[in-house]
């Protein structure tokens, strides 16, 4: 499948990770709708995208919101991509205090909520429509998750995103085996350190820090290096099934 004139769908695609990536598809001759809470960022996107963008506001977690945007990317076509960065991070909580008192448990679930159950929530709704196209290339469709490598090297106080993101890196295989039959293309991508709008508000020295930890190249992930990879995972007909590190190849330290 060729993203040229076909319809994509981009969660968190308002900022960061998703505005390069729904950049990329509009660059390529796609036209993507942009899911977002955000509806002053939603609205300033697709004023850079132009006429091949639109932006519905949703909560990845709300079924008719999510419902609702994804109508609004098959008025745009027949929708055969979705690339899902809307999350959260989640607050350094340790499993107990330094009283030796359990972490907050409506913390962590509200962490798992968003990441997790928002992504099986996207996962689900998209593939059913996705299901009903007509094979092309052997495919019918094609989605790209977003974990991260905290799914793999958890740093301390991390647990409840690094649950939430090995969830998502645990449920790609699983989803590509299960939409299989149904041409269904299921790939993850796990970025590492990279140079989002959340890190923007680091000062100037700690960014400098996190970039010397990268081992190559020694930098920060630039957005467009994620949308860059998301695209061929895309297009790729014979990439299903796999988690990506994005990274440099870092490794994270405990703390």
Same mark, same amino acid.
């Given at each position: ?18 505005? $390069? ?6 660059? *390529? ?27 519905? *506001? ?33 607050? *350094? ?91 269904? #293309?299921?790939?993850?991508? $796990? ?9 923007? #508000?680091? *000062? ?40 990506? #590190? ?8 405990? #703390?």
């Amino acid at each position: 499948m060729q993203i040229d004139g076909s319809s994509a769908f981009v969660t968190g695609g308002a900022s960061g990770l998703g505005l $390069a990536t729904a950049r990329r598809i509009v660059g *390529r001759g796609g036209r993507v709708v942009i899911a977002d809470i955000s509806e002053e960022q939603g609205a300033a996107a697709v004023q850079e995208l132009g006429g091949a963008a639109r932006f519905v *506001r949703a909560d990845i977690t709300d079924e008719a919101e999510v419902a609702k945007a994804l109508d609004a990317a098959q008025e745009q076509g027949t929708l055969r991509f979705v690339v899902h960065c809307a999350g959260r991070g989640g607050d *350094r909580t340790r499993i107990l205090d330094r009283e030796g008192n359990p972490g907050d448990l409506g913390t962590f679930a509200e962490v798992v909520r968003v990441n997790l159950v928002g992504t099986y929530n996207v996962l689900r709704l998209a593939a059913a429509r996705m299901a009903a196209n007509d094979v092309v290339d052997g495919d019918r469709g094609a989605v790209v998750l977003t974990a991260s490598v905290a799914a793999f090297d958890g740093q301390i106080g991390q647990t409840s995103y690094t649950a939430a993101k090995a969830g998502v890196h645990g449920l790609t295989l699983v989803a590509a085996r299960d939409l299989a039959g149904r041409q269904i #293309r299921v790939n993850t991508i $796990a970025p590492g350190i990279m140079d989002t709008p959340m890190l923007g #508000r680091l *000062r100037a020295d700690i960014r400098e820090g996190l970039a010397a930890t990268v081992p190559h190249p020694k930098r920060l992930g630039d957005p467009d290096d994620y949308a860059r990879l998301a695209v061929e995972m895309l297009e790729n007909p014979y990439l299903n099934g796999q988690t990506i #590190r994005l990274d440099g190849g870092i490794r994270m330290a405990p #703390r």
